[in-house]
């Protein structure tokens, strides 16, 4: 089965230019690729993260939150996920339920026993094989995200009008998820240009790579 990849961090991490640079990076080495994001994906995923992201809905629950999140995820691991490792591509997905434990668990202070029966539901409780979280200061990604939301005049700044205490129990919650499962879930710095983080995306993937080896890296 091809490998699932997902990449997490703080909104304005960079991990979405990482994602890009590593499905460039596959394709041009013939790799399938299917580039995915949460929430998204699918037309019905892609309304949620619209419904989601938006500053209109502020009256969102943090439970109505959580089950969001997991419908679209519903929708993308059936429709896309699945499909696309049964049709050979390596899956690189921008977010998985590692955002829902850390947004909606830490972050929102929802049970996290919720969450992992969520999973259950959804996924059988089945995770990336590799999970890249992005680690960045919450004072650096709240000014980026804004700065991005300014930028684009896209309508997706419900989370960014969140405190900045907010942004540090998500980051902790990241960084508590990937001491507890240091084989999957990987840290890297990213107060790093994009060239050196891709450098280190690629010697992290090289073990799942054929012949395991990164071009150009020893
Ligand atoms: P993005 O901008 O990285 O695509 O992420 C969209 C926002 O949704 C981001 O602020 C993180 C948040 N989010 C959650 O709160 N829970 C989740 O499960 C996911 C997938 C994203």
Partial sequence: ?????????????GKTTQVKLLADYLTQRDI???V?????????GESIRTLLLSSRNRGLLPLSELLLYYAARNQNLHRQIIPAQAEGK???????ADASAAYQG?????????????D??????????????????????????????RRTGLDEGRFEAESLAFFHRVREGYLQIAAREPGRVRVLNGNRTIEELHREVLGL??????????????
Wanted: with cysteine; net charge negative.
């Fill in 32 to 34: 399938r690729v299917a």
């Fill in 120 to 149: 259950r539901m959804v996924s059988g409780g089945r995770k990336p094989d590799l999970t890249l979280l992005i680690d960045i200061e919450p004072a650096l990604s709240l000014d980026r995200a804004r700065d991005r939301n």
């Fill in 36 to 44: 995915l994001r949460e929430p998204g994906g699918t037309p019905v």
């Fill in 106 to 118: 830490f972050g929102r202070g929802l049970d996290l026993s919720l969450v992992e029966t969520l």
């Fill in 205 to 218: 993937i090289s073990t799942l790579l054929p012949g395991g080896q990164v071009d150009g890296m020893e």
């Fill in 90 to 96: 390596w899956v690189l997905c921008d977010r998985f």
């Fill in 1 to 13: 089965m091809p490998p699932f990849i997902s990449f997490e961090g703080l909104d304005g991490c």
